[in-house]
């Protein structure tokens, strides 16, 4: 039975302030609006932004009760006016970047970084200044413009793309962030040359899939580094040639990094949020060209530092959010890729929860053991 023009009653994991457990709820999901489309999420991974917001120390992220997840897979239950480019059924990974085609960066062909809903969709917000979720009466609102913690969420058309619904959503849903941020910081924001040499600093599900990006490039050498040996074994399995632990050293890991590698890397990538680990990224790189790209976040009010002569003396400090990648054009082509079996994402989920349990999801995340790369919540 069509529930398209009703308001839809299901479960969410809804946040009722900083640093507390999730609540599992009931709430009420409107009608997507003009230029919205209203998704059941099937799947959804767990990224370390969401808890980081959680924990109350993201400055942009001040808003509760707020439905938190922005890694999701799901299949268009209803659309608003207006909506052409998606229709009930598609299957589709909501997008945190929107690409609305239209704004000054859209259009620069230099960037991803769509910004035309950016001023509301920070505060939580449907560019309109209201939310599609109630709870017990109250004002929900929404996460990166996605909140898949919902079984049920309200985007723009503008922040979905449409993919090949050949592809299983409970993988695929790790393409909305992780490992799109991952693979495309490598072969878009870096561009990473055939024989060039990488550094990967954390091996989490981002660096990973930064290793993962490298060797498709064909570099020649892809250091992986990270304080937890067990991430070594998947960084293997995913093309790194070298791993290092920085705590077997008793001096700078860019000393050591330098001195392995003639003087310094072509690339390197800070996948952990450490801005001691972003300096020693950049002082990893090679004179005169090798370039340095922070994916990392940052807590907040942290700042990064450098002597200046390491760029004067040619190194490049670069930033990458989701990779550079365009997600309504670039995304479905990465899906493409893992039906082809050119792009691994199997391997990242080692952990997977109900609903109920999402909590548990975020402690297998922190857990530090080191054996959970990514935890996804199935709906079903
Ligand atoms: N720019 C963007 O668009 C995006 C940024 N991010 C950010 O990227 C970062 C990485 O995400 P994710 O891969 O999921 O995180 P993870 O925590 O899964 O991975 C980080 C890894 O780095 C290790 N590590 C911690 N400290 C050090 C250190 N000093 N030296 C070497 N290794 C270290 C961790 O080990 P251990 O587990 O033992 O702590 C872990 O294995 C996060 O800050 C996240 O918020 C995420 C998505 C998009
Ligand atoms: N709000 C935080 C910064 C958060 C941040 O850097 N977000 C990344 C995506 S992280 C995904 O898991 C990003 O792409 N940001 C671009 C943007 O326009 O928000 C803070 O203020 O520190
Ligand atoms: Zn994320
Ligand atoms: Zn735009």
Same mark, same amino acid.
């Given at each position: 039975m069509s529930t398209a023009g009703q308001v839809i009653k299901c479960k969410a994991a809804v946040a009722?302030?900083?640093a507390q457990p999730l609540s599992v709820e009931e709430v009420e999901v409107a009608t997507p609006k003009k230029g919205e489309v209203r998704v059941k999420i099937l799947a959804t991974g767990v990224c370390h932004t969401d808890a980081y917001t959680l924990s109350g120390k993201d400055p942009e992220g001040e808003w509760w009760p707020i439905i938190f997840g922005h890694e999701g897979g799901g299949i268009v239950e209803s659309v608003g006016e207006g909506v052409t480019s998606v229709q009930p059924g598609d299957h589709v990974i909501p997008l945190y970047?929107?690409?609305?085609?239209?704004?000054k960066f859209c259009k620069?062909? !230099? $960037?991803?970084?769509?910004?035309?809903?950016r001023s509301t969709q920070v505060r939580g917000l449907m560019p309109d200044e209201t939310t599609r979720f109630t709870c017990k009466g109250q004002k929900v609102y929404h996460y990166m413009?996605?909140?898949?913690?919902?079984q049920y969420t309200v985007l723009l058309e503008i922040s979905i793309a449409k993919i090949?619904?050949?592809?299983s959503l409970d993988k695929v849903c790790?393409?909305?962030?992780g490992i799109t941020t991952g693979y495309g910081a490598a072969? !878009? $924001?870096?561009n990473v040359q055939p024989g060039s040499t990488v550094a990967v600093f954390g091996c989490g599900g981002v660096g990973l899939s930064v290793i993962q990006g490298a060797a498709a490039r064909k570099a020649s050498r892809i250091f992986a580094i990270d304080?937890?040996?067990?991430k070594f074994e998947y960084a293997k399995k995913l093309g790194a040639t070298d791993f290092i632990n920085?705590?077997?050293?008793?001096?700078p890991i860019q000393q050591v990094l330098t001195e392995l590698t003639d003087g310094g890397l072509d690339y390197t990538f800070e996948c952990v949020g450490n801005t001691k680990l972003m300096r020693a990224a950049l002082e990893s790189c090679h004179k005169g060209w090798g370039e340095s790209i922070i994916i990392g976040v940052a807590g907040a009010g942290e700042e990064i530092s450098t002597r200046p002569f390491q760029l004067v003396t040619g190194r490049v400090w670069k930033g990458s959010a989701f990779g550079g990648?365009?997600?309504?054009?670039?995304l479905p082509n990465l899906v493409e890729d893992y039906l082809e079996k050119k792009l691994e994402i199997d391997?990242?989920?080692?952990h997977q929860f109900k609903l109920e349990n999402i909590n548990k999801a975020f402690d297998a995340m922190h857990?530090?053991?080191?054996?959970?790369i990514r935890a996804i919540v199935n709906f079903e």
């Open positions: 009722w302030g900083p970047m929107p690409e609305c085609g239209q704004c620069s062909g !230099k $960037t991803n970084l769509c910004s035309v809903v413009g996605c909140s898949t913690f919902s090949n619904p050949k592809a790790l393409l909305g962030c072969t !878009k $924001t870096a304080k937890n040996p067990k920085p705590d077997d050293y008793d001096k990648v365009k997600g309504r054009s670039e391997m990242f989920v080692t857990d530090g053991f080191g054996d959970c």
